[in-house]
């Protein structure tokens, strides 16, 4: 017979979201760095004064070494520790690494390794954290316009790819000619840009100069920046399904975006 059993043991992990679960425990989706996403109970966290350390432990963008077990589907959570990675965000920040949570909890595969998104929203979230710093310590009658924006690209450009899903911002797929900066294109889903607009509606225009810009990750230009978060949000839409996102639809409304 086999055994199915699953033992995790003091693994890095962020907490991505949790669930009150009767009336003392969670139930946690974790960001665990080489086994994905996993749910686990945590038993006994709320109300026990002994555990009231783990229940705030468990709270979003701070890194921890955890140590689960079980099988299959939900685990149980056996010991949590903290680490000495704890990003600082508020205000915007806060909105967009709930945003990253988001994506992640849509998109992320469960038990399989993922180390190199794992490290890649480390980054993201350093670099949110060190803007919401510059943000708090500045004045606030000379407060710099930091466009959060270009993080959120990243974090969607790379996941896409480390995700298997990455985008062709190189090669006109028709021809195999590189990408011109003054010409239009129409990029179209697992394919790749073209020169002739698709008779049907499944493509997203972009200019070539917002590919090559995308390509090398730079977003001096404004247009550049229009341009893609148009594309990446319609190419994140064809894996995140029809439900909105919660934490864009907040971010609108609080932000008038």
Same mark, same amino acid.
């Given at each position: 017979?086999?055994?199915?059993?699953?033992?995790?043991?003091?693994?890095?992990?962020?907490?991505?979201?949790?669930?009150?679960?009767?009336? /003392?425990?969670?139930?946690?989706?974790?960001?665990?760095?080489?086994?994905?996403?996993?749910?686990?109970?945590?038993?006994?966290?709320?109300?026990?004064?002994?555990?009231?350390?783990?229940?705030?432990?468990?709270?979003?963008?701070?890194?921890?070494?955890?140590?689960? /077990?079980?099988?299959? @589907?939900?685990?149980?959570?056996?010991?949590? @520790?903290? !680490?000495?990675?704890?990003?600082?965000?508020?205000?915007?920040?806060?909105?967009?690494?709930?945003?990253?949570? @988001?994506?992640?909890?849509?998109?992320?595969?469960?038990?399989?390794?993922?180390?190199?998104?794992?490290?890649?929203?480390? =980054?993201?979230? !350093?670099?949110?954290?060190?803007?919401?710093? %510059?943000?708090?310590? /500045?004045?606030?009658?000379?407060?710099?316009?930091? =466009?959060?924006?270009?993080?959120?690209?990243?974090? @969607?450009?790379?996941?896409? %790819? #480390?995700?298997?899903?990455?985008?062709?911002?190189?090669?006109?797929? %028709? !021809?195999?000619?590189?990408?011109?900066?003054?010409?239009?294109?129409?990029?179209?889903?697992?394919?790749?840009?073209?020169?002739?607009?698709?008779?049907?509606?499944?493509?997203?225009?972009?200019?070539?100069?917002?590919?090559?810009?995308?390509? =090398?990750?730079?977003?001096?230009?404004?247009? !550049?920046?229009?341009?893609?978060?148009?594309?990446?949000?319609?190419?994140?839409?064809?894996?995140?399904?029809?439900?909105?996102?919660?934490?864009?639809?907040? #971010?609108?409304?609080?932000?008038?975006?």
């Amino acid at each position: 017979m086999i055994n199915n059993r699953i033992n995790l043991d003091n693994k890095s992990a962020v907490v991505l979201h949790y669930y009150h679960y009767r009336n /003392t425990s969670l139930i946690v989706n974790f960001f665990v760095s080489d086994f994905g996403k996993v749910s686990a109970i945590a038993r006994g966290v709320k109300g026990k004064k002994t555990k009231q350390n783990q229940f705030a432990l468990l709270q979003p963008f701070q890194q921890l070494n955890i140590s689960l /077990t079980g099988r299959q @589907e939900l685990l149980i959570l056996k010991n949590i @520790e903290s !680490t000495s990675v704890n990003w600082k965000l508020s205000g915007k920040s806060l909105y967009c690494a709930y945003y990253l949570n @988001e994506l992640l909890l849509r998109l992320l595969p469960s038990h399989s390794d993922c180390q190199q998104i794992f490290s890649l929203y480390d =980054n993201i979230l !350093t670099l949110l954290s060190h803007d919401a710093a %510059e943000l708090s310590d /500045t004045d606030s009658r000379q407060q710099p316009a930091i =466009n959060y924006e270009i993080p959120l690209r990243i974090f @969607e450009l790379k996941l896409l %790819e #480390f995700l298997g899903y990455g985008l062709n911002l190189s090669h006109e797929i %028709e !021809t195999g000619l590189l990408i011109e900066a003054d010409k239009q294109y129409y990029y179209v889903i697992d394919a790749g840009p073209c020169y002739i607009k698709p008779l049907d509606n499944n493509y997203c225009p972009v200019s070539g100069c917002t590919l090559i810009d995308l390509n =090398n990750l730079q977003f001096s230009d404004r247009k !550049t920046l229009h341009e893609s978060k148009q594309l990446l949000k319609w190419a994140l839409a064809g894996h995140l399904g029809d439900k909105p996102l919660k934490s864009r639809e907040m #971010f609108k409304q609080l932000y008038c975006l």
